[in-house]
């Protein structure tokens, strides 16, 4: 168990609900929601969630702590806002969603090989290095995740659609060596430093 | 018509060799038509998408949409600012909004924006618009109708609205659920829109079509057969994610499915263009993997006087 989290767990004791009001991005609406179950039947990865969002929610009221925070679902968010926008409550739920698979990650308990996780943290490594997305050093971190062969693998399978995207100028060859970067680069990382500084210090992540 | 002037936000998308690349060269050639000038933000960087939450958190993410909005109120005072990607709209309206709401979010992105030596003088006066809401409301579709030299006629166009452009903020007067707005656009450039494409709001996976393929491609299977079950020849759509998502992997989906797809995906500013006048390059339809010969046929012949 990551420090973090037994932190977390020793401060709220068995009231999940408010370490979630207190932590997740949003999550003080959660004791909200009346269960009508809109946003489950409205999500188009719906089938694939192990626990939708309106079971997460009641399982979040009734302190399943171990088992919210663990799942795979909230990952399969794909920001689509039809959750969102049919909520007769008007519960920001995709945001929710956003914030617990955040907290979960950050407390180190989200599933280690989830494919979004591992994309999500690529992803945001290679924006804030340069402050723009270079999109081929993404698309080739990504098919290397799982080492050489794999890449190499995955590489060959996704040749015909990179090659379609080079032949129509949409993919810049030369983008290990350049693309992707802002003259203020330097600047975005140290605000971004001082960013997650304030945050952690906010929701008590600092130690 | 005066001149229209907007600060302008491309997106990563948008640049030079990039997978929209196209879409940034039809805006150009249809705002060169429609007499808008774009200024663009000096230096503006990534919005973190809709998968940066996961690593960068709330404030983090604020403060990278906050760097734009403070750039662009320190170069373009007073404008708004119009952006032609839907995650890029999202996540700065997004942080627009949290800012507005909440004097702490703004203090303490301030406080982190001073590390990238600017400030914020946040009064909230300029609005974070999409491309097609200037289109739409600055302009309106008779206006946007004027300039047209080639009609697009005989062209079944599938309006593909998708998300981000839609939801959760959308396109004010237009219903989450069946948003008419690309239809009309559609129409008014001559085309025929295929009304009863049931599809138009399905989500195609978005950055998920890269983590997530399978489950991805079998929701941009429905949103293309549905277009075809309606007899349309080419889909539109107004957001980058959608039009690389519904293009580039038809050809995975038909070896999986036995499918036989094959049909373009372009964008709105595209199908402007060409209807303007545009030739098929000014319309960046050499961008285009499964190309639009309708509209690169459109785009060849001369104009009817």
Redesign the interface.
């Known amino acids: 168990m990551s420090e973090l989290n037994k932190v977390m767990v020793e401060k709220y004791r068995n009231d999940f609900l408010k370490e979630v009001e207190a932590n997740v991005?949003e999550g003080n609406w959660v004791k909200m929601c009346m269960q009508c179950g809109v946003c489950s039947g409205s999500c188009?990865?719906g089938p694939?969630w192990e626990h939708p969002p309106q079971e997460l929610f009641m399982m979040i009221r009734a302190g399943k702590r171990e088992e919210v925070l663990a799942s795979e679902s909230m990952w399969?968010c794909?920001?689509?806002?039809?959750c969102?926008?049919?909520c007769p409550r008007e519960l920001p739920i995709?945001h929710i969603m956003?914030?617990l698979?955040?907290y979960a990650?950050?407390l180190g308990i989200a599933p280690k090989m989830n494919?979004?996780?591992?994309?999500?943290?690529l992803?945001?490594?290679n924006?804030?290095k340069g402050?723009?997305?270079n999109?081929l050093k993404l698309?080739i971190g990504?098919y290397f995740m799982d080492g050489f062969s794999n890449g190499v693998k995955k590489g060959l399978?996704m040749l015909?659609?990179g090659l379609?995207?080079f032949?129509?100028?949409?993919?810049?060859p030369f983008?290990l060596l350049s693309?992707?970067k802002?003259?203020?680069a330097g600047?975005?990382h140290?605000?971004?430093?001082?960013?997650?500084e304030?945050?952690n210090r906010?929701k008590g992540f600092a130690p | 018509m005066a001149k229209k002037e907007y600060s302008f936000y491309p997106g990563c998308s948008s640049e030079r060799k990039a997978s929209a690349s196209n879409y940034m060269v039809s805006v150009e050639s249809m705002c060169k038509t429609l007499d808008i000038k774009l200024n663009e933000i000096p230096d503006w960087n990534c919005c973190g998408a809709s998968i940066g939450y996961a690593e960068g958190g709330e404030l983090p993410r604020h403060a990278m949409n906050a760097r734009n909005i403070a750039l662009s109120e320190k170069h373009n005072p007073g404008q708004d600012i119009v952006a032609t990607c839907a995650a890029c709209w999202l996540g700065a309206k997004e942080t627009h909004e949290r800012l507005s709401a909440s004097e702490q979010m703004l203090a303490d992105t301030r406080e982190a924006l001073k590390e990238a030596g600017l400030d914020m003088d946040y009064k909230g006066e300029v609005e974070i618009r999409h491309m097609v809401e200037v289109l739409i409301e600055d302009f309106g579709y008779d206006q946007l109708a004027k300039p047209v030299v080639k009609p697009l006629e005989g062209v079944k166009i599938a309006g593909y609205v998708g998300c981000q452009t839609n939801r959760p903020f959308g396109v004010v007067g237009e219903s989450f659920e069946n948003p008419k707005y690309l239809d009309k656009l559609t129409e008014i450039m001559g085309a025929e829109p295929v009304e009863k494409y049931d599809q138009k709001v399905t989500c195609c996976g978005g950055a998920l079509a890269f983590s997530e393929p399978e489950k991805s491609q079998a929701q941009i299977k429905k949103i293309i057969e549905s277009a075809y079950d309606f007899g349309a020849e080419m889909i539109v759509t107004p957001c980058p994610v959608c039009q690389m998502n519904v293009e580039v992997y038809q050809g995975q989906i038909n070896k999986k499915y036995g499918t036989k797809f094959h049909i373009p995906v372009t964008y709105y500013s595209q199908l402007m263009t060409v209807a303007y006048g545009g030739s098929a390059k000014e319309a960046g339809l050499d961008g285009n993997i499964v190309r639009a010969t309708k509209l690169e046929e459109i785009a060849a012949k001369p104009v009817k006087r």
């Open positions: 991005e188009p990865f694939y399969m794909t920001s689509c806002y039809n969102i926008v049919r995709t956003h914030g698979a955040n990650h950050r494919p979004t996780r591992r994309f999500a943290k992803f945001w490594e924006i804030i402050g723009r997305v999109e698309s990504l399978e015909p659609v379609g995207m032949k129509t100028g949409r993919l810049n983008g693309g992707g802002c003259k203020g600047d975005i140290k605000m971004l430093k001082k960013a997650k304030i945050e906010r």
